[in-house]
Nanobody, 127 residues
Framework: VQLQASGGGLVQAGGSLRLSCAAS?????????MAWFRQAPGKEREFVAA????????FSADSVKGRFTISRDNAQNTLYLLMNSLKPEDTAVYYC????????????????????WGQGTLVTVSS
C-alpha cells in the first residue's frame, strides 16, 4: 500500500490550498475510512479530518471546522483536503492515512488507529 500526498506549499494567511493523496496497492480503499493528520514542529501529530467509506460522512477537528473540507474520489482512489481561510497556526506537515480497521463503524481519531501513511506535504502559512 502506498499513499502519495501532494499540494502543500507557502500561502498567505486567509488563502487556500487543496491537498491530494493518491492511494495505490489495495483494491478496497473504498471500504476504509481515510483521514488527514498534521504535525507542527515540536508538537505531536494531531487529527484534522476523516471521511467514511462512501464519502457521505465526514468528521473534522474543532480547530478546522468550517474552514477545511475533506472529500474522496473512490473511483480514483484519491483523498482531498480543501483548506480555506488558512491561519499561521495551520502551518504543519500534513499526512494522509488509512484506517487500520476494515469497515469501522465510527470515526477513529488517534494516529495509532491508522496503519498506512503518506510521506507528508508541508503547508506553510505566512502572516
Amino acid at each position: 500500500v502506498q499513499l502519495q500526498a501532494s499540494g502543500g506549499g507557502l500561502v498567505q494567511a486567509g488563502g487556500s490550498l487543496r491537498l491530494s493523496c493518491a492511494a495505490s496497492g489495495r483494491s478496497t480503499f473504498s471500504r476504509y475510512t481515510m483521514a488527514w493528520f498534521r504535525q507542527a514542529p515540536g508538537k505531536e501529530r494531531e487529527f484534522v479530518a476523516a471521511i467514511f467509506r462512501s464519502g457521505g460522512t465526514t468528521f473534522s477537528a474543532d480547530s478546522v471546522k468550517g474552514r477545511f473540507t475533506i472529500s474522496r474520489d473512490n473511483a480514483q482512489n484519491t483523498l482531498y483536503l480543501l483548506m480555506n481561510s488558512l491561519k499561521p497556526e495551520d502551518t504543519a506537515v500534513y499526512y494522509c492515512a488509512v484506517d487500520r480497521r476494515y469497515m469501522r463503524a465510527v470515526v477513529a481519531t488517534p494516529p495509532y488507529e491508522y496503519n498506512y501513511w503518506g510521506q507528508g506535504t508541508l503547508v506553510t502559512v505566512s502572516s
